[in-house]
């Protein structure tokens, strides 16, 4: 897989420090290097999850800092929370390489936007570099720790899903450990932001930089031109082997001149003019945004080259994800797909929650609350957060009215209440994402006493992108004890008053606690805490849910009120999946004729 690929890679350099947190399609890649350190294969000083991206950033600077070669992951929307120390860390640059991967999700398939993360490397003055496949995603992480050396700055290595995910062979070299000796020195006009002067002046020397990066990038081979043709073909990532795999399947290479960047950021000026001073027109293939598009509209403009440039602005969709066939059917010209609407050969069918979740049974509480407290489902805002938990937007729930990123939940919350909203509003939060953001959020609505009520679903891990380890945990997946934080502490430290902490798969628990809060002024927390039910699982299940043949009236109230994926409807009576069930009781709870019954596993 790619992403092991970028592990392999940086395992090659000797990496000595990484962090990150978690997000697909990024999270393989310390996955990877986590099971590497626990088997015993290689050894790295420190590889560990952190809180957030911000967090995992200013690790890895700092350790570069110190002499220790050191790679940070994320994925797209990641960027923006890592962005703050991102813009300065051209001002400080680094002493050992340090490599940002960021992962965009063209689609998108699993990310809450479709984020071109190029733009960052203008932004922040850094250099960006993208590989088109697993091999170069071994090979540029290493390049791109040599370019990070040579020119003391951040490196930031953008991938897309299509590297990421696919798997195929890769030529790997030796693991090395790199040998440094911890160091760093005062330096204030170089390291504080705090003089103006100093910082004007470290702008201009980041520029004289940048400057000489096409000049140092030439030996890293990071760029490349195939084919012969009048008609030029500008790619970058997959987008490269979609355009090279037609041409040579249809032996049309020597029809076209096709320059590959690897280089994204600054762009090569030399090799593109000399790339566009032999070509009558040129087609920009790449994700997401025409950035490369409207860079080579201003160079040719600059250059006063009568040269045709064309691309996601004129050829391809400007959302979502190019593929093979949209490529294929350009160059072959079968059909206009500037405008063409996506097929779908099956019906979409919405993720939803696993078997015996935890969240089934919050959601079945705040349901029940609300309805206690005098409201209808629905009639009260329930602002939702980034995590599982979404899937409460499909039925029988159809609960959460926004889901913004990491941690808006209760900052949103609580601008509808400061904004004057006249009916009560919910937070729903994951454990994770509340240690993430939603602290600062939570910090701030306290200060300003506003009255909201906020839901933490506690299931103990970072369940969506891999079953990643909390603060809540003692143990690290590199093996290390830590000091677990609970997240009652964290917040009676905060100074919340009003706190539950309730069973998820008690739901009538939780809607007493719901409707209780939802009565009183001010901020009020609830903690749903039940352990993930993949976890459960994979811990041993003591016991599953049956349906009493005799009993069951085929009433489908199991079916509507939890919407169980291991409940199935027959002609007669309601069935358990066996297999799938976990026996959280959830559906027994509800059941008006007593037909579900418990089983114990070690009395079958």
């Known amino acids: 897989m790619g992403n092991e690929a970028i592990a392999y890679g940086a395992l090659t350099v000797g990496v000595a420090v990484v962090s990150g947190y978690p997000g697909t399609p990024s999270s393989e890649v310390i996955e990877t290097l986590l099971e590497m350190v626990k088997s015993g294969h290689v050894k790295i000083p420190y590889v560990e999850w952190a809180v957030n991206e911000r967090v995992a950033f200013e690790i890895c600077l700092g350790a570069s800092l110190a002499g220790a070669r050191s790679l940070v992951t994320m994925k797209a929307p990641g960027l923006n929370v890592a962005s703050d120390p991102l813009l300065s860390s051209a001002y400080s640059g680094v002493e050992a390489g340090m490599l940002v991967l960021v992962a965009d999700d063209p689609g998108p398939h699993t990310t809450q936007t479709e984020q071109d993360s190029r733009w960052y490397g203008e932004l922040a003055k850094l250099p960006v570099i993208e590989p088109s496949d697993p091999q170069e995603a071994y090979e540029f992480t290493i390049k791109g720790y040599e370019l990070s050396e040579k020119l003391k700055l951040p490196v930031i290595l953008r991938t897309t899903t299509r590297v990421n995910h696919t798997v195929s062979d890769v030529e790997v070299g030796e693991f090395n450990e790199y040998k440094y000796a911890p160091n760093f020195s005062k330096n204030p006009k170089r390291y504080l932001r705090a003089v103006m002067y100093w910082n004007r002046e470290r702008h201009l020397e980041v520029l004289e930089t940048l400057a000489k990066v096409e000049e140092v990038s030439e030996n890293l081979e990071l760029n490349k031109i195939l084919g012969s043709g009048k008609i030029g073909i500008v790619c970058s990532g997959p987008s490269y082997l979609y355009v090279l795999e037609t041409l040579e399947k249809n032996n049309l290479l020597q029809d076209y001149k ?19 001073e032999n070509v009558e027109k040129v087609i920009v293939v790449e994700e997401i945004d025409p950035y490369i598009e409207l860079k080579l509209k201003a160079l040719a403009h600059e250059l006063e080259l009568d040269v045709k440039i064309e691309g996601r602005e004129e050829i391809f969709p400007k959302a979502g994800e190019l593929t093979l066939d949209d490529v294929e059917s350009w160059i072959l010209g079968k059909k206009n797909i500037l405008n063409s609407e996506p097929t ?28 206690k407290a005098g409201y209808k489902w629905g009639e009260i805002p329930l602002m939702g957060d980034i995590g599982c938990y979404a899937l409460g937007l499909n039925p029988p729930f159809e609960s959460i009215w926004t889901e913004h990123s990491m941690g808006a939940s209760i900052s949103m919350a609580m601008g509808l209440k400061v904004a004057g909203y006249h009916k009560p509003v919910i937070a729903v939060i994951g454990d994770s994402t509340f240690f993430h953001s939603g602290i600062t959020s939570l910090i701030e609505a306290l200060h300003k006493n506003v009255d909201i009520l906020v839901v933490i679903m506690d299931n103990s891990t970072v369940a969506m992108t891999g079953h990643q380890t909390t603060p809540e945990n003692n143990l690290s997946q590199s093996g290390k004890i830590l000091k677990a934080l609970k997240i009652e502490s964290v917040l009676e430290g905060l100074g919340v008053e009003k706190l539950a902490i309730v069973n998820a798969y008690n739901y009538r628990e939780v809607a007493e606690k719901v409707r209780k809060f939802l009565r ?11 352990l993930c039910a993949i976890l459960t699982r994979r811990k041993g299940l003591t016991q599953i849910c049956i349906v009493d043949k005799e009993k069951c009236t085929n009433c489908l109230a199991c079916i509507k009120l939890t919407g169980c994926p291991a409940l199935k409807p027959t002609e007669n009576r309601v069935e358990i999946i066996e297999d799938n069930c976990n026996g959280c009781t959830l559906c027994m709870q509800v059941c008006p004729y007593d037909a579900i019954i418990v089983e114990k596993i070690k009395e079958r």
Do not use: A, D, Q, W
């Open 258 to 276: 096709l320059l590959k960047l690897g280089l994204i950021h600054p762009l090569p000026k030399k090799l593109l003019r000399k790339f566009l």
């Open 344 to 371: 779908y050969p099956l019906p979409r069918r919405p993720p939803p929650f696993c078997p015996g979740c935890p969240h089934i049974g919050t959601y079945m509480g705040l349901r029940l609350g609300v309805s």
């Open 520 to 530: 009183e002024p001010g901020v009020k927390v609830i903690v749903s805490r039940g």
